[in-house]
Structures are given as structure tokens and as C-alpha cells.
């Protein structure tokens, strides 16, 4: 039946025609092209075809529903009727012989370009006849396109080749010199498999064996190669005035944006063997040689094998393909199934879900089952079905339905030979490619397309079901490939990036592996499952550019990705919790990125809503160290907690936890903690070498920030080690004894290396002993006698104020008590009013002149900051604390507090001075935690701005700039006032 069928010319084989031709537009125009083939030279067969109904109702139907065909038809009536009356098999063949020997009769690029459009123009015809009139199954169609097309790429690469071979830049010998060249093109995608639709592009990837270059000296083999494919490009999609041939797409190839078009064999493996993704995995299931070096590219391709088929049931790299499509899904149309605006090949049910259904079922099994390592769809779920991966029921059921809708992508783009696979959103033309397609209304389309669609989502969906959901809204993104994807372009700019460009091209350099974290594999995988959410969480901060910048820096600097990315998987509030980070707080990413282990410290559920108590960190602190098996891990050991607990605490501060308030508290109990730690580690260290000083002790007292529970993140520790002994007890006891004023010197300066000296583990503190007795010119460690001898006799009124913040911090509890006991009795001693205000006021403008500063941002140095309100809480402590020594308070807020309860502080003074003090201290903790440098509000994260407003409830930070410019002038005005 089949060859008696061939046999006869295609008009005689009509079975359908596109509805639509019955409008008195179309018949004017088929009458037209009547007249029009009627003025011709009579052809063989054309008398009879003009006078069957069925040729009329096809091209009637052509000529409403096709603009494209329509243009065909009139501009060469004659060829229209000629290949009505010809036999399609036939002419198909002879078409194609031309094409394949065009090179050999092409006296140029521009005489082969003409020919080969030509030839692509009929078949263009041909096909869209034997298609619309039912002569030809959709996969006949396809099959013809797709030798099309091979007869074009071989016959382009052969001609350029013979080319450079009568230029002399190529010397290899014979009629083809393309063969045994080492350049080789593969298909791909629906070209690979010979699924060609009707307006495809055709994917290709060029390689070349560098080693079989048969190069004039002198000559590069990349840049010969690039050239040589580029004219291949230009000869096969180039528009002249014959057309073009195909669109030729080169994205598939590895690394696409950093790559040249035509790539190395060599290169090439290593790539697929180091950073390979799993997409490309499926997409080279459909990679097929279709032209120069034939026997060179089949090589290449079973090299490759092992890489594309894993021995092992790979049900990993499923996730990652599946996710993928799950990205593509939720752009306009393509999260739901309807008819108008839906994507018939990447929306719900659509024909990319057949290809992946088949495809990752290959993926699975193709490794050990090699009678699945097969390129064609519908031949793949044949073979699914014999192996038992599928029921008989759901082959049927699927190959079905991708007939279909592979038919009517090809009535889509037969309407404007236009690349598209959506249907028209609008009625009247929807309603017109109804018709085109055969049905006589939309509705009827719809019943018959609508069912098709979701039996194939519930296969697809059976398949995936236990996949968890990657999309969140309506978002499309899509980073493969080398061009950026218009609606992930267009998705991007609406949850507010502002370069979304730079986006795509971030998340794409992820995938190729340009970044330690993400060189294997199970990080590319899972980095495909969590990057739709994460963008959208950097998305929903304040300033998305700036924190996905940031995440790009943190990802950049890590060593490993696979722990990050199943973290963020896990735990959807470690994700928000990254992008608020990243969004709002650029020191706290550097932390991040350098230490690892922070992150699975954030997930500990005591973390959330909880600040652990001063015993609670000494305890861990104590079993951190415990575990160090020598002192050198000891400091590491403490670095890697202190560091830790610090990043918590600044967690806590951004989560809304814990309020900057509280968040000073918490580091000084923190800096506490480890201090006291460490004076114990380092006397016992000292101790082994030089043994004990009899009766000999030492303690550590907090000054500054530290002595008045007001730490920040960034804080140093200001600090005065006392130490005190029998007077008999000159020296130490070890082997090798140490005088006592030397053994409490070294014991110090080893405090200050174990808090201060860099490790692998990095700094913990910066130490500052300027507080000390005598300054920088004293002794490192203070005799008490000689403290207290100072304290009274020597010191300077600016070193009493720095006093009112000392705390004993640690030490045995005998000295500690000497210690406070001397503090106090410095600080309650009855003093000169008078003498004192003018100190301070001297004080108060050297310090103006030497660091004085307009901007406001320097929240301690501008005046009415931090400077004034902590010398005004000091000089009213050193001169009322004799009369009222509970007024003393090591915090400044506390101080003012103490002060405005006992009357000294007047009400008016206070409702402004303590509310000023919270705000600074306030907004001083959250520059500390999110920044490393100077805070300028130009420059800063605008996550950062927000924060600063939220923290001092008000709306906005413009109107917070405006608060702060009013305290400060206000507290600057009253500062004269106290102090006098």
C-alpha cells in the first residue's frame, strides 16, 4: 500500500486541509493564483491537480490561515502547483541530491549560500503541503527537515574546507578533506535526533582534534577553526535574498559564554569529566555527528559514553534535570494548563515533559541497559516500555500525544515561520489558528488538546512526585545556554534586580563551575534545586543587587558548596536568614564565607529567640578548649568559638532576636567568658616552664566598652592587668624562676598574644594597654600597691572618668575584691568641682581638634555623640560619687540613669540625654555589625539604611538622618551646662 501510495502525485493523497478557506478572502486569492499558474508554461500533471477540489481547499485554507506560506505561494505560483502535481517522495530526493553536491558546483560562498537556500525554500513548501494535507506523518515531516538540514551543514563544512585547501591554509589531500580532518559537527537536540520541527533552530556543537590540523606553518588550530565555523554559521542562517537556511544555535556547547564556537576535543573531555552538568548529560543522550569527520566524532562520542551513562541507577542527577523543567514552569501560562498563551512544548504537558520523562528514565537505566541509549523520542519510550521501565498502556498513551502536539507546533510555526510553541492569547487569533490546525472553533480545540495536556502532566508528575517545589510565584528562570533568556531577563527586573543581566550570567558562571564550591557535580545539583528560591529571598530585601553581589562574593570564597546548598534546602530560614545577611550586612558575609561552620551553628534551635547565659558560654567555652591537645590548638580552638558565638550574636541582632540593647550585653559576656578562659590557660602554660610565684595572683580589669557592658562586634578590649604577692615571694618556683614583676609581665604580654595574635583560625580581639598605670610608658603588668599609689597620687582626671567604666573581670576572687575595693575608694573620693569641669572641657576640645568631624555618622566623635554623653555621665560621677557612691554605673546609659533617679541629672536633662545615649549606643551596634569601615549612607546597603530605621522606630532612614541631626544638636547644646 505504501509504495502504491508513492507512487502517486501529491495532490491525489490529500486527506485534510486546513479549515478557513471558505472566506471570500482566501477564494479571491486562490483565484488569483489560478490566473496566475494559468499564464505559465503548461506543467506535467498541473491541469488535473488545478481541477481537484481537494488542491483548492488546501491552498484556500493556506492562504487564510499561513501569512509565511501565503508569501510562498505568491511569489512562485508555478512551484506551488508543480510540487502539488509531483510526486513529494520524489521530489524531497531530488531536492536533497542537489543540496548534497552543492558544494562541488558552487564556485563560492555566496553561489553555495544561494543554492542551499534554494533547496531549503522548496523543501519548506513541500513539507508544509505533504504536512497540512495529511500526506505525510508529522514524524515523516520531521525526518525530512532533519535531512534537510544534514544536507546543508555536511555540504557547507566540505565546501569551506575544499576552500581553505585551494587557499593553502589547509593541506590536507583528496576530494573531501573534511574526512580524517578532526572537525566535527554534532546535532543536537530535535536535529540530533532527527525530530526536526518545522521553523526549528538547529543546535549544534563544533570540535576539533587539534593533533590532525593539517595547517600551513605558522597557523593556530583554534583560530583557524573559529573562523572556519563561523563561516558556517554565516553560510546556514545568514538572510540574503534567497532567505536562509536554518537558524543555527551554538549554546550547547561547553561553557557557552566563555568559550570559542568551535572547541577543542581535548578541552572539551576535560570539561564534560570536571564540571559537566547533568543537563548536559541529557542533552547529549540526542548528540548525533552530522558532518566533517565523521569517524573522529563517533570516537569523541564513545569516549564521552561513560560520562553521559553512569554505570550506577543515577536517581541524583534526576533531581537536577526534573528542576530544571520545574524552573521553566512558572512563567506566564507555563504553571497551569489552558489553551490560549500556553507553551505547547515547555508549559504544563507540553512536549519537553514527554522528551524529559524519557530522558531521565535513560538517564537512570541507560548506564546498564544499552538498548536505551537511544536518540529518538518516541523509539526511547518504545524501548522504556520492552525493559519494563513503563507500561505498554503509558507508551501508547504518550507517543500519542507527542504526535500531536508535535503537529501542532508544526501548524504554529507554519503560520509565520516563526521559532514559537506558544498558542495566540488573543481571541480572534486564536480562533484563526484553530481553524488553520483543522478545527472549526477554539472550543473544539481545546476539548481535544486540553485532556492531551493533562494526561501528560500526571505521567510526568507520577514520575516526579516525591520532587519537592522549586519556584515560588510566578517566575521563570532559566540560566542555561549562552544568550540570556528573555523571561527570566524580564522575571528577574520584576522581583527588582536592576541587573538582571548580571544575574543570569552570575548563576550561570555557577553552573559551569567557575567557583571551587560549585566544581562537582552534587553541588551543581543541588545548587539547581535551591537557586530559584534563593533568588527570590536575595530578591526580597531591600537592595537585590547589592545582595546577591554579596552572595556571589560569599559563594566565591568558599571551598565546597555541597554543605552550604543542602543546608539552605533543609532550612527555608537559613535562606532568608543568607539573603538578609548578604542584603543588609557585608562584614557578616566576609564571616560567613571564612567560616564555614557558622552556618550549622545558625541552625542550633537554641539559637532562635534565645541569648545563653554567662554560665551557659562558659561552659561551652570550657568544652571547646577542653578538647585542645595543646596550647597552639587551644588559641584556634578559642578563635573558632569566640568567632562563632560572635556571628550568632550579630544573627540575632538582624533577626530581630535580640535588640542592639541586648546585643552588648551578650558580647561582653562573651569577651568575658573567653578572657577569663584564657588568664587561666596562659598561667597554667606559664606555670609549666617557670612554676608559681608563692601567694602571687592576677586579675584582669575591663576598661572602655568592655568595662561598661557596651561591646559591638567590632570592638576592642581595653584592658589593665593588677597582680599582687607576699612580699617574700621575689620569684617564681619553676625550672626556670622568673622575678615576680617579670613573671606577671610575660604572663600578660602571653594574655595579649592569646587574645590578640593571628592563628589559622584568624583574630579573636584587638588588645589596647594604654589604659594602664603610666600609659604606654608603664609597666604591661600593675603592682596593686603601685595602682593604688597612681590611682591617688598620679593620675590624670581623664584617667579617673576611664576608671568609672573599670570592672574586675577575672581573677581569684581574694584580689578581685582588693582590686573593685581600690576602684571605688578612687572613684568616691570627694573632688574639686570646679577643677574637674574645666579638665573635662579642656579635654572635650583637644579631642574636637585632633578628631573632630561634621559627619553624623561618626556617631562617637561628632559632637553631641558619643564622646560628650559619656564624658557627661563621667564627670558627674567623679564629682557626686563621694556624697552618692551608688551612682556609679561602668555603662553610660546606666550612669545617666543612676543620675536622673537621684535628682543630679534634671528631668529636662534627662528626657533627652538617656534617650540619646539608648539611640547612638543603638545605632552604633548595627554600623559595628554590618560593616567593616566608615559608614556612609551613600554608599552603605540600603538593607542597612532600613535597619538603622527600624531600629529606632521611625519610618524611614531620612527621617531617622533628621532625628539624629536634632539629638545631636540638642545634647551638644547641653554639655556646657552639665559640666560646669
Excluded at 573531501?176 to 530535535?190: C, E, Q
Excluded at 540530533?192 to 606553518?217: H, P, T
Excluded at 624562676?737 to 584587638?766: C, K, N
Aim: proline share 4%.
Amino acid at each position: 500500500m505504501a509504495d502504491s501510495a508513492s507512487q502517486r502525485p501529491l495532490f491525489a493523497r490529500l486527506e485534510r486541509c486546513p479549515l478557513g478557506g471558505d472566506a471570500p478572502a482566501a477564494r479571491i486569492a486562490l483565484d488569483d493564483l489560478k490566473v496566475a499558474v494559468g499564464a505559465l508554461p503548461p506543467a506535467p500533471g498541473t491541469d488535473t491537480m488545478l481541477a481537484d477540489p481537494r488542491s483548492d481547499a488546501l491552498i484556500a485554507g493556506i492562504l487564510a490561515g499561513s501569512p509565511y506560506l501565503a508569501g510562498l505561494l505568491r511569489r512562485e505560483p508555478g512551484r506551488v502547483f508543480e510540487l502539488l502535481a509531483d510526486r513529494p517522495e520524489q521530489r524531497l530526493a531530488a531536492i536533497l541530491a542537489r543540496m548534497r553536491t552543492a558544494d562541488a558546483t558552487a564556485a563560492s560562498l555566496a553561489e553555495l549560500m544561494a543554492a542551499l537556500r534554494t533547496g531549503k525554500s522548496e523543501i519548506a513548501l513541500l513539507t508544509a503541503l505533504a504536512d497540512l494535507g495529511g500526506v505525510w506523518p508529522v514524524m515523516t515531516v520531521t525526518a525530512a527537515l532533519t535531512e534537510t538540514a544534514d544536507a546543508a551543514v555536511a555540504a557547507a563544512v566540505r565546501f569551506l574546507f575544499a576552500e581553505a585547501q585551494r587557499k593553502g591554509t589547509w593541506l590536507g589531500e583528496g576530494a573531501d578533506p573534511a574526512s580524517g580532518s578532526g572537525y566535527f559537527v554534532l546535532g543536537m537536540g530535535k536535529y540530533g535526533a532527527a525530530e526536526l520541527n518545522y521553523s526549528s533552530d538547529i543546535d549544534l556543537i563544533v570540535f576539533y582534534e587539534a593533533a590532525k590540523a593539517r595547517l600551513r606553518d605558522g597557523l593556530d588550530p583554534q583560530t583557524f577553526h573559529v573562523r572556519l565555523t563561523r563561516d558556517l554559521v554565516k553560510a546556514l542562517q545568514e538572510r540574503t535574498g534567497e532567505g536562509y537556511v536554518f537558524r543555527t544555535d551554538l549554546r550547547l556547547r561547553p561553557d557557552a559564554g566563555a568559550t570559542a564556537m568551535a572547541i577543542s576535543t581535548g578541552a572539551a573531555l576535560h570539561y564534560y569529566e570536571t564540571v559537566g552538568q547533568n543537563w548536559e548529560r541529557a542533552a547529549m543522550i540526542k548528540a548525533r555527528v552530522v558532518a566533517g569527520d565523521i569517524d573522529a566524532g563517533n570516537a569523541f562520542l564513545a569516549e564521552l559514553g561513560p560520562y553521559v551513562w553512569r554505570k550506577h541507577l543515577d536517581y541524583a542527577a534526576i533531581a537536577d534535570v526534573h528542576a530544571m523543567k520545574r524552573q521553566i514552569h512558572a512563567y506566564r501560562g507555563f504553571g497551569s494548563i489552558g489553551v490560549a498563551g500556553h507553551n505547547i512544548k515547555l508549559g504544563r504537558g507540553g512536549i519537553r515533559e514527554i522528551e524529559f520523562f524519557a530522558q531521565t528514565q535513560q538517564l537512570i537505566a541507560g548506564g546498564r541497559q544499552r538498548e536505551l541509549r537511544v536518540r529518538q523520542t518516541l523509539v526511547a519510550l518504545a524501548r522504556l516500555a520492552e525493559r519494563g521501565w513503563i507500561t505498554n498502556a503509558v507508551r501508547d498513551e504518550l507517543s500519542d500525544h507527542y504526535v500531536y502536539l508535535r503537529d501542532i507546533e508544526h501548524r504554529l510555526q507554519m503560520v509565520a515561520d516563526e521559532q514559537t510553541h506558544e498558542l495566540p492569547e488573543e481571541d480572534k487569533a486564536l480562533a484563526a489558528f484553530a481553524r488553520f490546525a483543522g478545527y472549526a472553533t477554539t472550543e473544539a480545540l481545546a476539548a481535544d488538546l486540553v485532556p492531551r495536556l493533562q494526561r501528560v502532566q500526571h505521567h510526568y508528575a507520577v514520575l516526579f512526585e516525591d520532587s519537592p517545589g522549586l519556584t515560588r510565584g510566578d517566575v521563570n528562570m532559566v540560566f542555561a545556554g549562552e544568550a540570556d533568556d528573555p523571561a527570566t531577563v524580564a522575571a528577574l527586573e520584576k522581583m527588582g534586580y536592576s541587573q538582571p543581566s548580571q544575574v543570569v550570567a552570575a548563576v550561570r558562571a555557577w553552573h559551569h563551575g567557575r567557583y571551587p564550591a560549585v566544581r562537582s557535580a552534587r553541588a551543581r545539583e543541588l545548587l539547581t534545586e535551591v537557586q530559584p528560591v534563593l533568588i527570590a529571598a536575595l530578591a526580597e530585601t531591600a537592595d537585590p543587587d547589592a545582595a546577591f553581589a554579596g552572595f556571589d562574593r560569599f559563594l566565591s570564597a568558599l571551598p565546597s558548596g555541597v554543605q552550604l546548598f543542602s543546608l539552605l534546602r533543609a532550612n527555608p530560614r537559613l535562606m532568608r536568614l543568607v539573603a538578609d545577611i548578604m542584603g543588609s550586612a557585608p562584614r557578616l558575609a566576609g564571616i560567613m564565607s571564612r567560616r564555614r561552620r557558622v552556618l550549622d551553628a545558625v541552625l542550633d534551635p537554641r539559637v532562635i529567640g534565645t541569648l545563653p547565659a554567662p554560665a551557659e558560654v562558659a561552659r561551652l567555652i570550657e568544652v571547646e578548649l577542653g578538647e585542645a591537645r595543646d596550647f597552639q590548638e587551644l588559641l584556634d580552638r578559642a578563635r573558632m568559638i569566640g568567632n562563632e558565638q560572635a556571628f550568632l550574636i550579630g544573627v540575632r541582632i538582624l533577626s530581630g532576636m535580640i535588640s542592639p540593647a541586648q546585643a552588648g550585653s551578650a558580647y561582653t559576656v562573651l569577651a568575658e567568658q573567653l578572657i577569663a578562659a584564657l588568664h587561666e590557660a596562659v598561667g597554667d602554660d606559664l606555670a609549666r616552664a617557670h612554676g608559681h610565684v608563692a601567694g602571687g595572683e592576677s586579675v584582669v580589669v575591663a576598661m572602655g566598652k568592655l568595662g561598661g557592658r557596651e561591646m559591638t562586634a567590632a570592638s576592642d578590649l581595653d584592658l589593665i592587668v593588677v597582680y599582687d604577692h607576699p612580699a617574700d615571694s621575689t620569684q617564681s618556683d619553676g625550672a626556670k624562676p622568673l622575678a615576680a614583676s617579670q613573671y606577671y609581665a610575660r604572663l600578660t604580654q602571653r594574655l595579649i598574644s592569646a587574645l590578640s595574635a593571628p592563628t589559622a583560625e584568624g583574630l579573636l580581639y584587638e588588645v589596647d594597654m594604654r589604659l594602664r598605670p603610666s600609659g604606654q610608658k608603664g609597666p604591661v603588668a600593675t603592682q596593686l600597691s603601685s595602682f593604688l599609689h597612681y590611682q591617688v597620687n598620679d593620675a590624670w582626671t581623664w584617667e579617673h572618668m576611664a576608671l568609672t567604666r573599670a570592672r574586675v573581670i577575672a581573677g581569684p576572687p581574694s584580689l578581685r575584691g582588693k582590686v573593685e575595693a581600690a576602684i571605688r575608694e578612687t572613684l568616691t573620693r570627694p573632688r574639686d568641682r570646679a577643677r574637674i569641669a574645666a579638665d573635662v572641657r579642656d579635654m572635650r576640645q583637644r579631642i574636637a581638634a585632633e578628631k573632630g568631624t561634621e559627619s553624623i555618622w561618626d556617631l562617637k566623635q561628632v559632637r553631641g555623640g558619643m564622646v560628650d554623653l559619656e564624658f557627661m555621665a563621667q564627670y558627674l560621677q567623679l564629682v557626686c560619687a563621694a556624697s552618692s557612691p551608688d551612682l556609679l554605673d561602668t555603662s553610660t546609659l546606666g550612669a545617666l540613669q543612676r543620675l536622673a533617679r537621684a535628682g543630679i541629672l534634671a528631668g529636662d536633662l534627662a528626657e533627652v540625654l538617656v534617650p540619646a545615649a539608648r539611640l547612638l549606643n543603638d545605632l552604633t551596634q548595627l554600623q559595628r555589625l554590618c560593616i567593616a569601615g566608615p559608614f556612609d549612607p551613600k554608599t552603605a546597603p540600603s538593607g542597612l539604611l532600613d535597619l538603622l530605621a527600624r531600629a529606632a522606630e521611625v519610618p524611614s532612614f531620612a527621617v531617622l538622618e533628621a532625628e539624629l541631626r536634632r539629638v545631636l544638636e540638642v545634647t551638644v547644646g547641653l554639655f556646657d551646662r552639665v559640666v560646669r
